[in-house]
């Protein structure tokens, strides 16, 4: 019965690369070959197991890698899975082109929805031959980032920290504090600013050249396909960035220097005073991270049966990791592990307001056990839905290439990175990818000039 498994008591074996492989050739032999309706849905539900099967694997080695970096067998298998789901994915290639040219694709389209074909056709133009390799390789990069990040032990007032164990710090009401903690992890990303820059360096060549063997000019017309979106495009989002500069900065302008006033500092905000929303302090959950679950089954439970049931299932099969440990991947994310039907929620409660909002991707459970239900009654594979080897990881905490805040989509590891942000020189968007005032962020001064009673580091 795998509607009771505990997420501790899923097995995980790797499978054969080679006999994957070949099974989606057949598959597309046999879909291409097809002389009838249920020949050709017979391969593709078959090919929708495969695909399922094949992505709980790679899911149960990606969030146990990600749990806890330092484990050295999950390390391995993370390892074969960057190289394995590009190889994958050409593979699959073969059964995609053979979907798009089957002669029963209006019956397929009327039974599981025009949407499949869609999707497939935005795939076929995310992948070639020609560019397995650089994939690979940008996999690995984003592996080496991601373990980066998790390796940080940050020395703060007597303690170690990680990156998200030190934000409550960041936060603090006291300025002293929170302008030390700042400094001190920003003397971890100095320490680290020259693998940071050579991932970020590399990887925006890999892409690149990704994007040109596709034959475009560069990655961004590939980047946005890679995102699997279809209601809108780039130019929909240079709509969107329009409206925030003409209509969400000023606004946020008006916040910020409200902020400024309420906690009797100078405007622009420092990137310290920033932190802080009211002089008392910020809003924080109370309790322990159990705590805030046990609040999340009340309110689960009060929203209505089906979310409290599912809320409860979520808590007795172990599907939420949510402390801040050391060796854990940074940020937070929900994803699927498609042969137990279940969603998996990650996160890193660290005593803030905005760990407490991790637990919030559990909101989004529901609708994906909803996903393998057809709107018009039939049987809906979730990867008919979702396009193939696609799984929908989102990471938040992960900093764009191009955006502030960037998230880590585990369907083709494209992971966006942070650039190591230099202090004095910050970019036009806020580290967590709100727009920033109209007048930007200014980093503290400790001269003189500067009022002490805010943002003067302790004596030592």
Request: aromatic fraction near 8%; avoid cysteine.
């Given at each position: ?132 390799e650089d994939m690979k390789r940008e996999n690995a990069l984003a592996q080496e980032y991601v373990k980066l990040i998790a390796s940080a032990q940050i020395p703060f007032e007597g303690g170690t920290y990680t990156l ?297």
């Amino acid at each position: 019965m795998t509607d009771s498994v505990k997420f501790k008591d899923m097995p995980y074996e790797r499978p054969d690369l080679e006999a994957v492989k070949a099974e989606y050739a057949r598959l597309a032999a046999e879909l291409a070959a097809a002389e009838t309706f249920e020949a050709a849905e017979a391969a593709f539900l078959e090919k929708d197991q495969l695909d399922r099967h094949t992505q709980t694997a790679a899911e149960l080695a990606m969030i146990r890698h990600v749990i806890d970096t330092r484990d050295e067998f999950y390390d391995v298998e993370a390892s074969f899975w960057d190289g394995a789901q590009p190889e994958l994915q050409s593979a699959a290639d073969a059964f995609t082109a053979a979907l798009l040219a089957t002669p029963f694709r209006a019956q397929l389209a009327e039974k599981y929805g025009e949407l499949l074909f869609a999707q497939a056709e935005q795939e076929r133009r995310t992948i070639k031959p020609e560019i397995v390799e650089d994939m690979k390789r940008e996999n690995a990069l984003a592996q080496e980032y991601v373990k980066l990040i998790a390796s940080a032990q940050i020395p703060f007032e007597g303690g170690t920290y990680t990156l998200s164990q030190l934000t409550p710090f960041k936060r603090s009401a006291d300025d002293a504090q929170r302008l030390v903690a700042w400094k001190a992890e920003g003397t971890w990303y100095k320490e680290h600013q020259a693998d940071f820059d050579r991932i970020y360096d590399e990887l925006t060549h890999v892409r690149d050249a990704m994007g040109k063997k596709l034959g475009y000019e560069n990655y961004l017309p590939l980047g946005y396909d890679r995102m699997g979106r279809l209601s809108y495009g780039r130019k929909d989002v240079e709509r969107f960035r329009e409206a925030v500069r003409d209509y969400v900065v000023p606004l946020a302008d008006k916040i910020y220097r409200a902020q400024a006033k309420r906690l009797g500092v100078e405007y622009p905000l420092s990137f310290a005073d920033e932190a802080l929303s009211f002089r008392s302090g910020n809003p924080a959950p109370r309790g322990t991270a159990d705590d805030v679950l046990e609040a999340g089954r009340t309110f689960y439970r009060a929203l209505s049966p089906e979310t409290g049931a599912f809320f409860d299932m979520m808590l007795e099969r172990d599907l939420m990791d949510v402390l801040s440990t050391e060796g854990k991947a940074g940020g937070g994310f929900m994803t699927q592990i498609p042969d137990y039907n279940v969603p998996f929620i990650f996160a890193n409660f660290n005593g803030t307001h905005a760990g407490r909002r991790r637990g919030g991707h559990a909101r989004g459970g529901p609708r994906v056990l909803l996903l393998h239900e057809h709107p018009r009654g039939a049987h809906h594979p979730l990867h008919a839905l979702d396009g193939g080897l696609r799984g929908s990881l989102h990471v938040h905490g992960v900093h764009g290439l191009a955006v502030g805040r960037g998230v880590l989509r585990r369907r083709r590891a494209q992971v966006p990175l942070r650039a190591p942000r230099r202090r004095h020189h910050l970019p036009a968007v806020r580290h967590d990818g709100r727009p920033l005032p109209a007048r930007g962020l200014r980093a503290p001064r400790d001269d003189a000039r500067r009022a002490p009673r805010h943002l003067e580091a302790p004596a030592r």
